[in-house]
Nanobody, 125 residues
Framework: QVQLVESGGGLVQAGGSLRLSCAAS????????MGWFRQAPGKEREFVAA????????FYDNSIKGRFTISRDNAKNTLYLQMNSLKPEDTAVYYC??????????????????WGQGTQVTVSS
C-alpha cells in the first residue's frame, strides 16, 4: 500500500540540471519528514538531503555545496530534489524516503521507514 515512486532521473552532461520527483501514497505524507539518498555502483547508500514535515527546514549534506534544493508540495504528496551544476560524481541511483525523525539522525538510512525504488541519474563529462 505504501508507495514512494521516484521519477525525473536521466542522462545529463556535467553542468546540467535535473529535477527529481517522489510521489507518495498509502500513508499520511504530512506526518513524515522526507529525505533523499543516493547510491553509486559498489558504494554505500549516502545521505543527500532531508526536509521537515511542513517543508520549513531543509538539511543538506555538506558535499552538496548549495547545488541541490529539497522541497515538498504537501497538497500533491510529492517531494522534489532540484539538482543544478551536476557533476559526474553525482551519478547514482537516487532514492526518496520517509522518516518519523528529523535532525542529525536524518543522515542515517536506518531512520527511514519507507523507501522508493530509485531513479537513475547519470552525469557525463
Amino acid at each position: 500500500q505504501v508507495q514512494l515512486v521516484e521519477s525525473g532521473g536521466g542522462l545529463v552532461q556535467a553542468g546540467g540540471s535535473l529535477r527529481l520527483s517522489c510521489a507518495a501514497s498509502g500513508f499520511t505524507f504530512t506526518n513524515y519528514h522526507m529525505g533523499w539518498f543516493r547510491q553509486a555502483p559498489g558504494k554505500e547508500r549516502e545521505f543527500v538531503a532531508a526536509l521537515t514535515r511542513i517543508g520549513d527546514l531543509p538539511f543538506y549534506d555538506n558535499s552538496i555545496k548549495g547545488r541541490f534544493t529539497i522541497s515538498r508540495d504537501n497538497a500533491k504528496n510529492t517531494l522534489y530534489l532540484q539538482m543544478n551544476s551536476l557533476k559526474p560524481e553525482d551519478t547514482a541511483v537516487y532514492y526518496c524516503a520517509a522518516s518519523q525523525y528529523f535532525g542529525p539522525t536524518s543522515r542515517g538510512a536506518e531512520n527511514y521507514d519507507y523507501w522508493g525504488q530509485g531513479t537513475q541519474v547519470t552525469v557525463s563529462s
